[in-house]
């Protein structure tokens, strides 16, 4: 790498890879051909797309010595490119980026190094953080990253006195092994990306609040909050974000139960009343006259 900035000589493009919440990494880069580097190809985009900076507003960052929040942002034309099999655009909208990790980096290689794939002489990280917002337009998405020390923006004390209680469910805190608590399941017939009808044989609402993980279809891997649950024949898992894709009758998947922070969820659902870090006998907000 020394030898070739030496030289003054040199082509550069940025590389983009995402490692999502819902499981999987997707790789990009800007340039005009693909790159290849520690065993993974990254794609700059092609005849379809998604194709990272543009010519007039090439990828910003904005960092400070210090410990203010760093940032980058750039802006990517999704073309016809798809995502987990969403289209690129529609992806965003559902939020498959959203908390994904980035690590942004710039890769370099001689002049007269050219082909497809490219395979540079090295690469230097620039930039890795949270993805923190993203706007989607008709036909442009721009992306918004926040640097790890975003995470120490959390307000303290991080135990508050509260009635519900403070832990996660299914954190270390609160003990609870979801291995114990989980329920396969099949997708039946009229289920869509927002909807999966199955028959389950818990009560309604007994899933409400939890986790659905598809573990075969078009899904496969991919996680979502449970809305509400009610049981029938079959029973109806509302989801508070659609998947990417509708699934098809007989696609499987894995469901957790929700817990609404009461203590009376925490014993008699989980009995687990132990770990319990709520106070429902902190008396109510009033007004002295």
Known sequence: ??????????????????????????????????????????????????????????????????????????????????????????????????????????????LQAWGSPVTPTGIVDKFEGLVAEVDAGRSLATFTVNSFLDLLNQNMPRNLYQSGCVNTLYDPSCTVNPSSFSVSGTAASGSTASVINATLSQASGYFSLGKITFTSGVNSGISRSVGLYTNGSPGVVSLSMPFPNAPTAGDTFTILPGCDKAALTCGNKFSNLLNYRGFPFIPENSTAS
């Open 1 to 110: 790498m020394q030898a070739l900035f030496a030289t003054r000589q040199f082509q550069y493009c940025g590389l983009y890879a995402f490692s999502l919440t819902s499981g999987g990494s997707v790789y990009y880069a800007s340039g005009d051909v693909d790159i290849y580097w520690n065993s993974q190809l990254y794609s700059a985009g092609g005849t379809v797309g998604p194709f990272f900076d543009r010519k007039d507003n090439r990828a910003l960052m904005h960092q400070k010595v210090g410990v203010q929040v760093d940032t980058l942002c750039f802006d990517v034309i999704p073309g016809t490119s798809q995502v987990q099999g969403t289209p690129f655009l529609s992806a965003v909208r559902q939020g498959i980026f959203d908390g994904a990790t980035l690590v942004y980096s710039g890769a370099y290689w001689p």
